[in-house]
């Protein structure tokens, strides 16, 4: 099974920058990484994918690291809404396997 | 609202017994995926359809089978139920085709709350 490491919590200020890491050493040439979030009661969403550039959309950021090995999820600003489990997930064989996530917890 | 349809919502049944679960997918898409998630064990990826056709198995117990009929919906069939077997279960679904690569993203509904007495 393709892995992802995340670290199991992290903490934020509201209207902070949050920066959410991921170790993925185990990737393969053309696995994209996904990145997906699940907020309480309800099923995850889909937040944001790469596969070697940085990527921006209208949630987020995604930072690739060189070697691909890493990737790191920036939330610009974060809001309360934003408290969620992350998940960082590599694509094997079309299997999407989720890790256990980071817990991000936003302090107003 | 992610157009994906999960029924039921919440079941309560008892050990041995056998439930179905059900999963419209969004409009459109082509793949549907199972997941159950239980408090102890994440998200664990149990298969995959695309189209009819089974594409990938993850954990799925031999207990536990599905199927993707021709109209595109799915349902997850879970036999001798066990005390362990209460979870969420997530479906998902995708516009495919899996290409294994991971390109499209997954739109998963709000899931079916088993709870195995």
């Known amino acids: 099974d393709a892995k992802t490491t995340q670290p199991n919590s992290m903490e934020s200020n509201e209207e902070e920058p949050v920066h959410l890491p991921c170790n993925h050493s185990?990737?393969?040439?053309?696995?994209?990484i996904h990145w997906y979030r699940q907020l309480p009661s309800q099923g995850p969403e889909y937040v944001i994918h790469g596969l070697t550039s940085n990527v921006n959309n209208r949630m987020a950021s995604l930072a690739i690291a060189e070697d691909r090995k890493s990737s790191t999820l920036i939330l610009h600003r974060a809001t309360l809404r934003d408290a969620a489990v992350y998940y960082c997930?590599?694509?094997?064989?079309?299997?999407?396997?989720f890790g256990s996530g980071t817990k991000l917890n936003v302090k107003p | 609202d992610s157009g994906v349809t999960q029924t039921p919502k919440h079941l309560i049944t008892a050990t041995g017994q056998r439930v179905t679960l059900r999963c419209s997918p969004r409009s459109g898409d082509l793949s549907v995926y199972w997941y159950q998630q239980s408090l102890d064990q994440g998200l664990q990826f149990l298969i995959q359809y695309y189209n009819g056709e089974e594409r990938a198995k993850g954990n799925i117990l031999e207990r536990f089978s599905a199927q993707q009929f021709p109209d595109l919906h799915s349902e997850l069939n879970l036999s001798s139920l066990e005390l362990g077997d209460s979870a969420l279960y997530f479906c998902?679904?995708?516009?495919?085709?899996?290409?294994?690569?991971?390109?499209?993203?997954?739109?998963f509904g709000e899931g079916s709350r088993l709870t195995v007495l």
């Open positions: 185990t990737i393969s040439g053309t696995d994209y």
């Open positions: 998902a679904s995708s516009v495919g085709p899996p290409t294994g690569k991971g390109t499209g993203e997954l739109f």
């Open positions: 997930i590599l694509i094997f064989v079309n299997k999407f396997y």
